[in-house]
C-alpha cells in the first residue's frame, strides 16, 4: 500500500492569497505602516522567488535551492524595495535560520 502525505491546505491558501495584490499590499501597510496605505496594489511587481546557486569550488560546485513562498517590488516614497513572505502554519523556532540563508544565498548572487 502506498503511503501519500497529506498536503498542508493553509500553506496552499495562504500562498494563493498572497499572490493577490491586494492582499500583499493590505498585510505590509499593516505589519510596516499601521494600516496606512503606502504600498499600492497596483505599484507591485512580481519578482522571482527562486533564490537556487552554485557554491564550493568551480570544477565540484554544490547547488543549494531555495524559494520563498511570495516576493514582491514595492515603492515605497519613491524607493524600491524587495518584500519576501515565508508562510508558516505551524511555529518552527529554526525559521530565522531559514530566513537568514535565503538573504544570504541572494548576497552569494550578486557577488558573482
Known sequence: MMCIKERNASDSTC????????????????????GRQ????????SRENDLSTLIGK???PTEIKRYRDVVR?????????????EHQSTFDEKMIFRILNYDATI??????
Open 15 to 34: 500562498k494563493k492569497l498572497l499572490r493577490d495584490k491586494g492582499c500583499f499590499a493590505d498585510l505590509c501597510n499593516y505589519a510596516f505602516f499601521n
Open 38 to 45: 503606502v504600498i499600492q496594489p497596483e505599484e507591485l511587481v
Open 58 to 60: 568551480v570544477d565540484r
Open 73 to 85: 517590488k514595492a515603492s515605497i516614497h519613491g524607493e524600491y524595495v524587495i518584500i519576501g513572505v
Open 107 to 112: 548576497y552569494i548572487n550578486q557577488v558573482e
